[in-house]
């Protein structure tokens, strides 16, 4: 949570910070959408789809290193990607 965040007291001095903290963000909206909140105890969904998994090691483009995961989910024939996201690593 982000309650007790003051943006004016930030120092943006720093773009590889901005820029982390731009990455994490989009990342943490990414999979609040995907949470669902339906009551799943009694049954066991059945399969529909695919979970891929690529973990990279990259240079941003201010030149400072990057390291994160980017998951793509797919339908159950593996021909359509449903939604992607990044989540950055420290």
Not at 43 to 72: D, L, M, Q, R, T
Request: with cysteine; proline share 4%; charged share 25%.
């Amino acid at each position: 949570m982000t309650d007790n965040f003051v943006l004016s007291n930030f120092d943006f001095n720093y773009p590889e910070t901005t820029e982390l903290m731009e990455r994490q963000m989009s990342a943490l909206s990414v999979l609040r959408s995907l949470i669902d909140f339906r009551d799943h105890s009694k049954a066991k969904a059945p399969f529909n789809g695919w979970k891929v998994k690529i973990e990279y090691e990259s240079v941003s483009s201010n030149g400072k290193p990057c390291h994160g995961e980017y998951w793509f989910i797919l339908n159950k024939d593996a021909d359509c990607v449903i939604n992607s996201f990044e989540i950055p690593l420290l």
